[in-house]
Nanobody, 120 residues
Framework: EVRVVESGGVSVQAGGSLRISCTASGFTFDDASDMGWYRQSPAASCELVSTISSDGTPAYDDSVQGRFTISRDNAKNTMYLQMNNLKLEDTAVYYC?????????????WGQGTQVTVSS
């Protein structure tokens, strides 16, 4: 079974930075294609934040472009999301997705997510 454990989510002040991580089991990152990060806040739906291809090519939602950086370390079976210049609206539970376009990603398909809270 493919499972992930997200970690690193904490409370941070607006304008600050944070890096969250995702470590997977049940599959090998070396063999994975596109992966990504989703997030869900109480007032919003599950939204795709960023993706990264097997060769490391990233893509970002407009809301985080220029502030977030996605990366992957295949040797460690780990994916990261570096978040800079955090805004209040970035507050959400962040979910790691070893496979994209799965509707249950924000409902525990792969892991339980990690809470990021941005305060003023």
């Amino acid at each position: 079974e493919v499972r992930v454990v997200e970690s690193g989510g904490v409370s941070v002040q607006a304008g600050g930075s944070l890096r969250i991580s995702c470590t997977a089991s049940g599959f090998t990152f070396d063999d994975a294609s596109d992966m990504g990060w989703y997030r869900q806040s109480p007032a919003a739906s599950c939204e795709l934040v960023s993706t990264i291809s097997s060769d490391g090519t990233p893509a970002y939602d407009d809301s985080v472009q220029g502030r977030f950086t996605i990366s992957r370390d295949n040797a460690k079976n780990t994916m990261y999301l570096q978040m800079n210049n955090l805004k209040l609206e970035d507050t959400a539970v962040y979910y790691c997705a070893p496979e994209l376009n799965i509707p249950t990603t924000c409902r525990g398909e792969w892991g339980q997510g990690t809470q990021v809270t941005v305060s003023s």
